[in-house]
């Protein structure tokens, strides 16, 4: 297995360099800009070595090393100064760093230091993948909740990561497609091979073909280099198609066959290669409209389509809304370097009762925003009041409307639960199964 590697840079000349060296040892190597970037990439993946700069604008190499700590205590963080006092050096080491360099530093030093950490965590390595393997992945990973819908989600996650089989994952913006992703991937015995994702809707179709399937070095004007492609670099481990319904018909032709086949043709090339690679995919589309529509092929979607995972919105599922402000609020604590331990109680009545549009992309924006406003221990009120909807807009005052609605919401919240299953939801809810059709019927 490959050792994989951040490298933490705010000069791009100093990233590439770096990046090029070690790509050239066989390690896998991943860049950030700043800090702030290398905190997000550490949320969402697994490194063996961080290896940063000490002096960057915004986050420093210093705070850097102690979050990352936070988020993945078992990464090794690997410190670059250029003003080697013993001080900064003793500093790092002192807040966990387990190594340091002192520029300018040759390539060879800074491989025989990768090597010796690897070498020296070998053991504990080991032991990581072993606890790896025992245990569900960390919490980075794993979907907050605990309202039945969740846990579902969660139960049906375990059980399709053990397969080879495609998912799709729908659901609306911000209610943890990818995260629903990484999960399967880091349940999967793929967990140590790359998650790569690509965002369909994001790129032009000329240049989505190249990034997916690679391509031949002059196989079009701006291809200077080959490119192995996405499929390759993702080789035994797993490919998060994001936005699937963008991509284009002459693609989906492409990919089903790749699938189908499970070999790769290189735009321009003559060879195909083999490939090992699954596919989960999402939509915040109905994809079975689209291929009712004409818009998406048919013969695909049964292929991305073996194993559907919807994630339910937010609002119907409002009972994890305090564990899920609790898990974002460490979280958040940890890259903005706040202390808050919670929020206050009628912040937390209010943040339940919100309709979240956005769901838990938006809730943890209104939380960061707070964060980044607010001081002492709790997050109040005052500072979230700004990104919530007006309590008469969301509590009505007249008696009768508020009960109409609260008996709406939880009918909602009860169905969803019961992935809809309306005898379970009537006798949980203890009224009859005529009455939950004509309570519904009504609303
Ligand atoms: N159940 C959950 N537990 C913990 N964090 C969550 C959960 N659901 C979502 N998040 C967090 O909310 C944010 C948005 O999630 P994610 O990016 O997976 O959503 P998405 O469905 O892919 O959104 P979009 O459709 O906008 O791409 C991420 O920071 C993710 O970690
Ligand atoms: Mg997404």
Redesign the pocket.
């Known amino acids: 297995m490959t050792a994989s590697i951040l490298v933490v840079d705010d000069q791009p000349s100093m990233q590439d360099a770096l990046n090029t060296s070690l790509q050239s040892e066989g390690y896998r190597v991943a860049t950030a800009c700043s800090g702030e970037e290398a905190l997000t990439r550490i949320e969402a993946q697994e490194f063996d070595i961080v290896l940063t700069d000490l002096v960057m604008p915004g986050l420093n190499g210093l705070d850097l090393l102690e979050r990352s700590r936070v988020l993945d205590p078992g990464v090794a963080v690997i410190v670059m100064t250029g003003y080697a006092t013993l001080e900064t050096a003793v500093a790092a080491l002192r807040r966990g760093a387990c190594d340091y360099l002192e520029k300018p530093f040759s390539l060879d030093e800074l491989t025989r230091c990768v090597r010796r950490l690897l070498q020296y965590h070998e053991v504990l390595g080991k032991e990581r993948l072993l606890r790896r393997a025992l245990h569900p992945p960390r919490v980075a990973h794993t979907?907050?909740?605990e309202s039945i819908a969740?846990q579902a989600v969660r139960e049906k996650i375990a059980r399709c990561a053990r397969t080879p089989s495609g998912v799709l994952i729908s659901?609306e913006?911000?209610?943890?497609?990818?995260?629903?992703a990484r999960a399967i991937h880091a349940a999967s015995w793929r967990a140590d091979r790359e998650f790569i994702a690509l965002n369909c809707g994001a790129i032009p179709e000329t240049l989505l073909e190249s990034q997916l399937f690679g391509h031949v070095r002059g196989a079009f004007t701006t291809a200077v280099q080959t490119n192995p492609g996405l499929f390759v670099a993702a080789s035994r481990g797993t490919l998060f198609l994001?936005e699937i319904g963008e991509l284009p018909l002459p693609l989906q032709v492409k990919l089903l066959r790749v699938i189908e086949e499970k070999h790769v043709w290189p735009v321009g090339g003559t060879k195909p290669s083999p490939v090992d690679v699954r596919i989960v995919a999402?939509t915040?589309r109905d994809l079975a409209a689209e291929v009712a529509g004409g818009r998406f092929r048919e013969d695909l979607f049964y292929r991305l389509n073996v194993v559907h995972l919807t994630?339910p919105p937010l609002r119907e599922r409002r009972s994890d809304i305090p564990l899920?402000v609790d898990?974002?609020v460490e979280r958040l604590n940890a890259r903005l370097g706040t202390r808050f331990l919670g929020v206050e109680r009628e912040a937390l009545g209010a943040l339940t009762s919100q309709p979240w549009k956005g769901n838990?992309?938006e809730l943890?924006n209104v939380l960061e925003r707070a964060m980044v406003l607010g001081g002492g221990d709790l997050i109040s009120l005052r500072h979230l009041a700004a990104d919530l909807l007006p309590p008469d807009q969301t509590r009505p005052h007249d008696l009768r409307e508020a009960v109409r609605r609260f008996e709406r919401q939880h009918l909602m919240d009860v169905l969803a639960e019961t992935c809809s299953d309306k005898r379970k939801a009537a006798r949980l809810l203890g009224i009859s199964l005529a009455s939950l059709y004509r309570k519904l019927g009504v609303e």
Not at 173 to 180: F, H, N, P, R, T
């Open positions: 979907l907050v909740g969740i659901g913006s911000g209610v943890g497609k990818e995260l629903a994001d999402s915040n994630l899920l898990h974002l838990v992309r943890q």
